[in-house]
């Protein structure tokens, strides 16, 4: 059984788009969202280890241009239309931040 959990990630600067874009690369990173408020992105992420989970967060995540913070909450529950994939009410793919393709 696999480890999941969001990844809340503050971004300096201008660089929210290139992070995105490399971000979205990551092996274990399920979903990204770009979001308002105090952070400005938030991964879903999943590992089959905590210590995967570690080295996803503080050796890949943290490594990429522009990332200056993250904040985990690994999750404890998930209810039963969430975990047969659908996607909450509202939220698109995946795109990057200002992309209009």
Do not use: C, W
Not at 4 to 26: E, M, P
């Amino acid at each position: 059984m696999s480890i999941s959990a969001f990844v809340l990630i503050d971004v300096t600067g201008n660089h929210t788009k290139s992070a995105y874009k490399t971000l979205q690369r990551i092996q274990g990173v399920k979903a990204l969202y770009a979001v308002t408020g105090p952070h400005d992105l938030i991964a879903h992420v999943e590992a089959d280890t905590i210590e995967e989970l570690n080295d996803l967060i503080l050796t890949r995540i943290r490594n990429v241009d522009g990332v200056v913070k993250t904040s985990t909450a690994i999750i404890l529950n998930i209810t039963p239309s969430t975990a047969a994939g659908q996607t909450p009410s509202g939220l698109e793919s995946s795109k990057p931040p200002g992309s209009t393709a």
